[in-house]
Structures are given as C-alpha cells and as structure tokens.
C-alpha cells in the first residue's frame, strides 16, 4: 500500500515570521506489500501494470532467460508466483516497484517439473515532490493550494487502485503441474470418491467406462486444478490400459492445454500400453489413426523422432488388422516422416547462411521449399520462393503472385498446376500443394462455367477429403450399439452419416429385437461461425454433447409431435459431438436436424458434416 506524504504547514502567525520548515512522517518498517500470481508459459508473459507514458516498462521480450540445470532446485510448480508491488515512501517521493516474473516451463515427465525463474523487471516512479498545504479547514488556504491538495489526494488513490491486484483477471492456462502434495491429496480424494468403480472395474470395457467417466469429471471441475489434472492423469491411464485411445489422447491433449505438458513422450507412453490389450479390429484401427495422427503433430512440432516411435507403432496395430490399406499408410508415414527430417536439416542451414549471407539463391530455395511443402506456410515460404534457385518452383511462385490480379481462368491455371505439382509428392507435401491449388479454386469457381468449373468443384470437395484423412478422420459418426438401453453390453458398431433413421419393431437389421441403444463419437464440423439451432425428434430419449457440454436433451420423446430444439454458438471448424440414444421397445426413431447461421429453414445435418 502506497504512503503519500502531504504535510501541512500552519499558516504564518504574525508573532511569528520564521516558520517552522514541515517535517515528514515516519516511515513505515515494513510497507504493505500486494501479492498475487501469473502461470509460467513457454513465452514471456507480457506486464500489465498501468505506468505513465514517461516511465514505460523494458520490453520483456528482450530480457534473458536463465537456464537452469536438473541438480538445482527449483521453485514450488503450483506457487503462484506473483509480481510484487512495494511502497516504500522517502522524504521527496514515494518510489513503486514492479517486479515481474518471467519465466519458462519445462514439463519433463508427470512427476518433474521445473521453472525457471527469469530476471527481474523494475519499473520505477516517482510521484512529484508534494507541496506544502494548508490544512483543508483553514479560511485562510488559497484556492491553488486547495486545488493542488485534491490533486494530490486523487492522484494517491488512482496508484493505490493502480496497485491491488486484479483477481478477476485471472488466466485461463496453463498454470503448471501440481505440486506433489496437492497432487497426492487430490489423488486420495479421487480414489475414496470412486472406490467403487476401481474396485468394479475388471475387464477392459468396464475400464474405458471409468476412464470416460473420470474425463467427463475433469472437464467439470474447472476451479479445482489439482483435482482436475488427477482425473486427467487418471483417464489418460485407465483409456490406455483399456485400449481406449480416444479417450486417453483427449486427455494427454487436455493436460498439454491446460497444465503447459509436452505431449510427445506422453503420447507415446499411452499409445505403446494400449497396444499390449487392444485385440479386436475397432482397437487395433483406432490405435492405428491415432499414432500416425500423432505423429502428423509431432512433425509440426520439428519432433522427428517422436513421430518415427509413433509411426513405428501405428505401423505394428496395422499389421494386426491385416488391412491393406492401413498397412500402406503406415508405411508411406515412415518415408514421409524421413523426408520431412532431410528437409528440415537442409532448412535449418540454409536459413543460417541466409543471415550472413541474404541473397543466397540456393538457401532460399531450401528454406521455401521447407514452409510451403513441410510447413504449409505459403504466405512465408513464397516470397523465398520467387527468389530461389529452383526455376520451376520459382516459376509457380511467379505465376501465382501474378494470379492475385488475374481473372478466374487464369486462377483456376495456377490452381492446376499446384495441383500436378502436388501428385509428385507423399501426402504432407500433397496436401499442401493441394491446399495452395484449392485457395486458387475458391476464388474462381464462382466465376467459372462448364467443364472448369466442375473439375474446380469436385478438387475442392477431394481436398476436403483428403484434409480428413491427413488428420485420420472419416466422414460420418462413429456409433456402438449396446443390447440394453443403459449403454451396457457391446452387441455391434457401426458409421452413420446422417443421423436420420426410424426402426419399426419387427424390422430392425443389425439391431437388438428388444431395448437397445447407440452412442456416437466424431466431430461436428460448423461451417461457419455464429447461432446454430439444433432440433431433434426422438422415439423415445437421446442426448446431444457438443464440446463435451450438454446442450439438448429429451427424455421421453414418444408422446411429442414437435422436435425438441437448443440454440448455440458455433466457431467455424470441428467441435467434439456426442449422441446418445435409446429405446425400450416399439417404434424406434431419431432424427437431428439444425439451422445453420443466415439459413432460411431447417435440414438434417449432412453427413459431411460428420467426421470420426
């Protein structure tokens, strides 16, 4: 809390014409001082102390960051660590200081974690020094010192303000794995809560239950973090014991977002136990899309020998399956993954001898190549690329600088010849020669007509296609279908696009004569942002999840006419969904529908709007 120091002289007495010089206050031992806490990131947090423009701030930024070894020790992972505010009054000013932490993470394994701690910022300022005043009851005060008193008295209590810590303005995260107290407590607390489950939970389908279970918990419990990164760490476990790479990757990709945890070695730890149970043919497929799904990330992330493991254990489940298919993808993976680590060595030099040497034609074409065909980051790679010592590289980056002010026919040429250019390579160079030809195709097929146009249509819904499979999705929902209507026992699976179906009684193919219900898993892809309503008619109940939060529900739907409806907000993209259904006998019914954002009328939602 900040001293201000306003003394005030008495007015001069007439006996006596030598006043007495006003003395200051006494100051404080220990000053008040305001604590409160800001999570480590990979980054520098930037400050966000108010400070007059004459005092601005260093830029954190440009401030080191201190290295630390594993022998040294480190400060407490879930502490909370804040920029500290100190008052400490002179007899001329009072002088603030802001010290903010910056600091890095470094997430090495579930039970080791280490900040380290960044040199400090000081920000100083130093109010004017006060002038003597009056005291505010003196007829004789003067009304620029009257003035100049409440200047001063408002000016204190803007600082003050200024000072205390917003603990409204709290970020969302990372905040940093717990430490190991609050880690074991919170351990008790899941393990006492769920004992039964634990105890109950003996083959693999009643262990993927538990681990859904503790996921749906975790995503809950948003104000607890210990708790939460428990059941976190809790799902990631029990999904890969149970085979359940679904859910065990939801969760490693929760922890790496909301406690700052490196993803790579994690993964590869769930994905290499769920290979050890995982026998039927769904398992061993799910595991398949899911390494080499991982592995796709850990090459965005330049993690190269990660993505090979991953690979190697996607390749080993294909095997399993004995798909052709899978097998083929796996492999074409582990050359792709090998090509990708040459051209990132050969980027990773060439983009050092461009800093001596700028001009160099033979770095820029290696560096270009690298961001547009590795990266998919044209908006960086092609202008390397208009200056590279490639001529047919540098020829396509010519022509599709000038395409920009060209017509559609002459889009839609450089859309073609990304296109070819795109069938020489394996499917992450593909995709992004692809990507670049169907930003080209968008532009001009409205502007087309005849065979150009369709041939523009039908590249962009096969781009579409192929950007699914780049990420190891399909289109349609997922679903299981269980022999009871509590979602108990396993009798089929099944891929459904559109969910619109109704089963009479005495015909339901692939289904239990009696109660039976299905749940469905995918993703919901929301073409473009804004209110979405949901609508659905149900014979008898379902739930709909989306971003694994209910949004609409009918429980006994048999005696409603009208669809039950729900209204959103949807960013465009893929949003986790999940349907769950049931029926108890007689009719069986389900259909969902929606409005999307400036549609006239309602339609069932279509299947390319699915994808699992």
Request: aromatic share 8%; glycine share 4%; charged share 25%.
């Given at each position: 809390?900040?001293?201000?120091?306003?003394?005030?002289?008495?007015?001069?007495?007439?006996?006596?014409?030598?006043?007495?010089?006003?003395?200051?206050?006494?100051?404080?031992?220990?000053?008040?001082?305001?604590?409160?806490?800001?999570?480590?990131?990979?980054?520098?947090?930037?400050?966000?102390?108010?400070?007059?423009?004459?005092?601005?701030?260093?830029?954190?930024?440009?401030?080191?960051?201190?290295?630390?070894?594993?022998?040294?020790?480190?400060?407490?992972?879930?502490?909370?660590?804040?920029?500290?505010?100190?008052?400490?009054?002179?007899?001329?000013?009072?002088?603030?200081?802001?010290?903010?932490?910056?600091?890095?993470?470094?997430?090495?394994?579930?039970?080791?974690?280490?900040?380290?701690?960044?040199?400090?910022?000081?920000?100083?300022?130093?109010?004017?020094?006060?002038?003597?005043?009056?005291?505010?009851?003196?007829?004789?005060?003067?009304?620029?010192?009257?003035?100049?008193?409440?200047?001063?008295?408002?000016?204190?209590?803007?600082?003050?303000?200024?000072?205390?810590?917003?603990?409204?303005?709290?970020?969302?995260?990372?905040?940093?794995?717990?430490?190991?107290?609050?880690?074991?407590?919170?351990?008790?607390?899941?393990?006492?809560?769920?004992?039964?489950?634990?105890?109950?939970?003996?083959?693999?389908?009643?262990?993927?239950?538990?681990?859904?279970?503790?996921?749906?918990?975790?995503?809950?419990?948003?104000?607890?973090?210990?708790?939460?990164y428990v059941l976190l760490c809790e799902a990631r476990d029990l999904g890969a014991k149970s085979a359940d790479v679904f859910t065990a990757c939801r969760a490693i990709e929760l922890l790496s977002q909301l406690y700052g945890v490196a993803p790579g070695e994690m993964t590869v730890t769930a994905l290499s136990?769920?290979?050890?149970?995982?026998?039927?043919?769904?398992?061993?497929?799910?595991?398949?899309?899911?390494?080499?799904?991982?592995?796709?990330?850990?090459?965005?992330?330049?993690?190269?020998?990660?993505?090979?493991?991953?690979?190697?254990?996607?390749?080993?489940?294909?095997?399993?399956?004995?798909?052709?298919?899978?097998?083929?993808?796996?492999?074409?993976?582990?050359?792709?993954?090998?090509?990708?680590?040459?051209?990132?060595?050969?980027?990773?030099?060439?983009?050092?001898?461009?800093?001596?040497?700028?001009?160099?034609?033979?770095?820029?074409?290696?560096?270009?190549?690298?961001?547009?065909?590795?990266?998919?980051?044209?908006?960086?790679?092609?202008?390397?690329?208009?200056?590279?010592?490639?001529?047919?590289?540098?020829?396509?980056?010519?022509?599709?600088?000038?395409?920009?002010?060209?017509?559609?026919?002459?889009?839609?040429?450089?859309?073609?010849?990304?296109?070819?250019?795109?069938?020489?390579?394996?499917?992450?160079?593909?995709?992004?020669?692809?990507?670049?030809?169907?930003?080209?195709?968008?532009?001009?097929?409205?502007?087309?007509?005849?065979?150009?146009?369709?041939?523009?249509?039908?590249?962009?819904?096969?781009?579409?296609?192929?950007?699914?499979?780049?990420?190891?999705?399909?289109?349609?929902?997922?679903?299981?279908?269980?022999?009871?209507?509590?979602?108990?026992?396993?009798?089929?699976?099944?891929?459904?696009?559109?969910?619109?179906?109704?089963?009479?009684?005495?015909?339901?193919?692939g289904l239990p004569k009696e109660s039976f219900s299905i749940r469905w898993a995918g993703q919901l892809r929301a073409p473009a942002t804004g209110k979405y309503t949901l609508l659905i008619q149900v014979n008898e109940g379902a739930k709909i999840y989306i971003d694994d939060k209910l949004v609409l529900e009918e429980l006994k739907g048999t005696q409603k006419r009208k669809p039950t409806t729900a209204t959103i907000k949807l960013n465009e993209g893929m949003h986790p969904i999940r349907?769950?259904?049931?029926?108890?006998?007689?009719?069986?019914?389900?259909?969902?529908?929606?409005?999307?954002?400036?549609?006239?009328?309602?339609?069932?939602?279509?299947?390319?709007?699915?994808?699992?």
């Open positions: 809390m900040h001293t201000f120091n306003l003394p005030l002289t008495r007015a001069q007495s007439p006996r006596n014409h030598s006043p007495k010089k006003p003395q200051p206050n006494k100051i404080q031992q220990n000053p008040t001082q305001f604590e409160f806490s800001l999570p480590h990131f990979h980054t520098p947090l930037p400050t966000t102390s108010k400070t007059p423009a004459q005092n601005k701030p260093t830029n954190p930024s440009q401030l080191p960051i201190t290295k630390r070894t594993h022998g040294q020790p480190t400060q407490t992972p879930f502490s909370r660590e804040f920029p500290t505010f100190r008052s400490t009054p002179t007899r001329a000013s009072a002088k603030r200081t802001h010290r903010a932490p910056l600091a890095q993470f470094h997430p090495l394994s579930r039970k080791a974690n280490i900040f380290e701690p960044a040199p400090t910022l000081q920000v100083l300022f130093s109010p004017r020094k006060p002038t003597n005043l009056r005291p505010l009851g003196n007829r004789n005060m003067r009304p620029h010192q009257l003035g100049l008193c409440f200047a001063s008295l408002i000016f204190a209590a803007i600082c003050f303000a200024a000072d205390g810590p917003d603990k409204t303005a709290r970020p969302a995260g990372p905040f940093g794995i717990p430490n190991e107290e609050a880690t074991a407590k919170a351990t008790r607390l899941i393990k006492q809560t769920f004992a039964q489950e634990y105890f109950s939970a003996t083959t693999l389908p009643q262990r993927a239950a538990l681990a859904q279970r503790l996921l749906k918990e975790a995503q809950e419990t948003p104000d607890d973090a210990p708790v939460r136990a769920a290979s050890h149970v995982a026998i039927t043919p769904q398992n061993l497929e799910a595991l398949t899309r899911s390494a080499l799904a991982a592995a796709d990330q850990a090459i965005s992330r330049d993690e190269y020998e990660l993505a090979t493991r991953l690979a190697a254990i996607g390749e080993a489940a294909a095997i399993k399956t004995q798909k052709i298919v899978l097998i083929t993808e796996s492999q074409d993976k582990q050359k792709e993954i090998s090509w990708a680590a040459k051209e990132f060595a050969s980027a990773k030099a060439a983009l050092e001898t461009l800093t001596t040497k700028p001009e160099d034609p033979t770095a820029k074409a290696a560096a270009g190549r690298f961001k547009c065909l590795v990266k998919n980051d044209w908006e960086h790679g092609l202008p390397l690329l208009l200056e590279c010592s490639d001529s047919s590289f540098k020829l396509l980056a010519e022509k599709d600088q000038a395409a920009a002010t060209a017509g559609p026919k002459e889009q839609a040429e450089i859309g073609d010849q990304w296109w070819e250019l795109g069938n020489q390579y394996l499917q992450r160079a593909r995709f992004a020669c692809q990507c670049r030809a169907v930003y080209w195709y968008r532009k001009a097929a409205p502007k087309l007509a005849g065979i150009p146009k369709t041939i523009a249509e039908k590249r962009i819904d096969e781009s579409d296609l192929l950007s699914l499979r780049a990420l190891h999705l399909e289109r349609g929902l997922a679903g299981e279908v269980f022999d009871d209507a509590k979602f108990g026992k396993s009798f089929d699976h099944r891929t459904d696009g559109p969910i619109d179906f109704e089963w009479p009684h005495n015909s339901r193919e349907i769950e259904f049931w029926d108890t006998g007689g009719l069986a019914k389900i259909r969902l529908l929606w409005q999307t954002p400036g549609g006239k009328a309602e339609e069932v939602i279509p299947a390319r709007a699915f994808v699992h």
